[in-house]
């Protein structure tokens, strides 16, 4: 069984910033790819930032300059720090894993958290 659990979700004002993180636990070694997406109201998930095991990044557009993803491999955790932070950016911000390592074998599935909301008010 493997779980992420977000935290750092909340409301802020627009220019504000906030640090999201999620941890992942359960019967596993790594994960390839750790990341955010978000999704707004009335809107389709959205990726936001993605990080690979050997710290290689991607950032939507919309992210770029802002937003700085990061994990510390032996936490297996992944943080996402959100700076000037604008009312677009509101929206549940979830975190993913993507191919799962145990001890004997790999998986090519995909985890997510349950969310966390942000909030930016103008």
């Known amino acids: 069984q493997v779980q992420l659990v977000e935290t750092g979700g909340g409301l802020v004002q627009a220019g504000g910033s906030l640090r999201l993180s999620c941890a992942a636990s359960?019967?596993?070694?790594?994960?390839?790819?750790m990341g955010w997406y978000r999704q707004a109201p009335n809107k389709a998930r959205e990726l936001v930032a993605i990080?690979?095991?050997?710290?290689?990044?991607f950032y939507a557009d919309s992210a770029k300059g802002r937003f700085f993803i990061s994990r510390d491999n032996d936490e297996n955790t992944v943080y996402l720090q959100m700076n000037n932070l604008k009312p677009e950016d509101t929206a549940v911000y979830f975190c993913?894993?993507?191919?799962?390592?145990?001890?004997?074998?790999?998986?090519?599935?995909?985890?997510w958290g349950n969310g966390t909301l942000v909030t930016v008010s103008s």
């Open positions: 993913s894993a993507k191919g799962l390592w145990t001890t004997g074998a790999y998986y090519d599935m995909d985890f």
């Open positions: 990080i690979s095991r050997g710290d290689g990044t």
């Open positions: 359960g019967n596993f070694v790594r994960f390839n790819t």
